[in-house]
């Protein structure tokens, strides 16, 4: 298996609810990633995961917590969004060692908060 | 940090033309430097990447040169197609690829 999956595709939240994206990678990857990517822009780093340690917060609001569950899985928990929060989220992965550093995408979640 | 400029941040060009998009980074210790394709809707997209101990690399119509004095890099697209329409991201990245930044992208529209 040589992609990166997310789900769902689409969601739309309020602002109270709890709700939770998926990003599973199978290619025996040990660093993962998220990013935020708003319209016409690039995709901005949020959490970086290096065998399965947090190992970079770009300082993002604590309404998005991640998590690491074992090596092939990343999780985003979303709680209390705000409708700026908007945005097409995508989940990445790299072999995570020297020389290995390329990044592949997953298809991302559009997330639509009310 | 790391700071990417990207330019054009649009480019039209005739079918069968070639492409150029320049990357300028900040930090010498970037030492990869991948560029990524994303058409509308869709996922980025890997096209080619080049590592520091390179100036230039080639695949098939895509080209890519890096100058580490200067700082800069560019991509290089010939012969360009319909389907090479899309928003083009550099990025630059060090510390086995986690610091990633990109740079703010470039609309190439190719024009049959």
């Known amino acids: 298996d040589t992609e990166v999956t997310q789900t769902p595709k689409h969601l739309v939240m309020g602002m109270t609810n709890k709700k939770s994206l998926k990003c599973e990678q199978h290619?025996?990857?040990?660093?993962m990633y998220w990013y935020k990517q708003k319209a016409k822009k690039p995709p901005e780093l949020m959490f970086v995961?290096?065998?399965?340690?947090?190992?970079i917060n770009e300082s993002v609001p604590s309404r998005f917590s991640p998590e690491c569950p074992n090596s092939s899985l990343l999780n985003l928990h979303l709680h209390a969004l705000q409708p700026e929060d908007s945005a097409l989220y995508l989940c990445?992965?790299?072999?995570?060692?020297?020389?290995?550093?390329?990044?592949?995408f997953g298809p991302g979640t559009r997330l639509t908060v009310l | 940090g790391e700071n990417v400029e990207q330019h054009p941040s649009t480019l039209s060009v005739q079918e069968g033309d070639s492409a150029v998009i320049k990357c300028t980074y900040s930090d010498s210790a970037s030492n990869y430097f991948p560029w990524y394709k994303q058409e509308l809707g869709k996922r980025p997209q890997l096209i080619i990447d080049i590592r520091s101990n390179v100036g230039e690399k080639k695949d098939q119509r895509i080209a890519v040169t890096l100058n580490k004095t200067a700082k800069h890099f560019s991509l290089h697209i010939t012969e360009t197609q319909p389907e090479d329409s899309a928003v083009y991201f550099c990025a630059a990245s060090y510390n086995y690829g986690q610091n990633f930044v990109f740079g703010p992208g470039t609309r190439l529209s190719v024009l049959p």
């Open positions: 990445a992965s790299s072999q995570g060692s020297r020389g290995a550093d390329t990044q592949y």
């Open positions: 290619m025996g990857h040990r660093a």
């Open positions: 995961y290096s065998y399965e340690k947090l190992s």
